[in-house]
């Protein structure tokens, strides 16, 4: 029996093909998958990330509130928190309100309403 392993992770969006431009810029990674309800980005390490179109009306989630829960949220490392959250903002990230740990990790909202961490190991 082969060990299962993680290919990828999908997020639902309102815009797919804008949230994969999103975190294809923010992680270096290619699309290689598209069509008009679903973008595949893939990188030479680590598991791909999908971006799927929900069908019905998309509500993003809430941080730190649950009245509409996280469905998933994704941490990334980086060397440095300030330059990484620039650069994010200047993708069209935004900083959450709420910052639990800012001097390790900065907790940003991607172009869908998802909250991501930007970490410092």
């Not at 980005?41 to 996280?70: C, M, N, T």
């Amino acid at each position: 029996m082969t060990t299962p392993k993680l290919y990828g992770i999908t997020l639902d969006c309102p815009d797919p093909e804008r949230l994969g431009e999103f975190y294809a810029q923010l992680l270096g990674l290619k699309v290689a998958y598209s069509s008009d309800t679903y973008v595949g980005l893939a990188g030479e390490d680590g598991p791909a990330i999908g971006f799927q179109k929900v069908a019905d009306e998309f509500r993003a989630p809430e941080w730190p509130g649950q009245s509409v829960p996280q469905q998933i949220h994704l941490d990334i490392t980086v060397d440095d928190l300030d330059q990484a959250e620039a650069a994010a903002i200047g993708l069209g990230a935004t900083k959450a309100e709420h910052q639990a740990g800012p001097d390790r990790w900065r907790v940003m909202l991607d172009p869908a309403g998802h909250p991501f961490c930007l970490a410092k190991m």
